[in-house]
């Protein structure tokens, strides 16, 4: 598989250690606006491309990939305002974008665990449910889009939820979701179920960014074959829908 970052931070530099154990190629890097027109060559013969940037670039660095018929693999968060332009660029003209908020594999399996979970807590009014979640200081989104993943599906499932809120409200139909920016921790999700008598906790604890890059590796050697679409872990791991 030929690819290319776009970002070549630190999650961008994990990748490409994972990418090439995999014993995939990458041909290019493109990390300021002056690099696309020094890679164009290479952006026609690439097979995917992961884009993992800031939230005010993701979109433009999408579509610019749709251009060259490229499928994109995207993990920067933050920019969901947009999500539903880009998703009818891909439907209305064949192009393809795998996107998550997060790649790592137990994550995904803690978001399924958390649907489920949802369901079983519809029928137990005692209970008050939050979100508390900790990343890095350098993390430019608050709360995290894994965050608020978590906190959608819940509401979904839970009837007596209306909507979410950043920081602690008291108000019983809103789940809150507490943001802690900590210094290099990669990333922790808790989700708290409370009562008077007990608490219900559902966490996942990032050791480092490996799992996020091994996730999006394996996103892109499932999704560089596949042209049009929107597709997501979900699709990848076979729990169904988002």
Known sequence: MNYIIIGYGKMGKTIVEVANKRGHNLISII????????????????????EFTKPDSAPDN???????NLPVVCGTTGWLDKFENIKNECINKGKTLFYSSNFSIGVNI?????RQLAIIMNNFS?????????????????????AIVLAKDIIKKIQRLKDYNTGKSGNSQLLDIISYREDEIA??????????VDIIELKHTAKNRKGLAEGAVLAAEWVQNRRGGVYSMYDLLGFGSM
Do not use: R
């Open 31 to 50: 990390d300021n606006a002056n690099d696309w027109d020094k890679n164009e060559s290479f952006l026609k013969s690439a097979d995917v491309v992961f």
């Open 62 to 68: 999408i579509l610019k990939c749709f251009n060259f």
């Open 110 to 114: 803690l978001m399924e665990l958390n």
């Open 126 to 146: 005692q209970y008050i449910v939050n979100i508390e979640e900790t990343h890095h200081i350098h993390k430019l989104d608050s709360p995290s889009g894994t």
């Open 187 to 196: 990333g922790i999700h808790n989700i708290i179920y409370e009562s008077d």
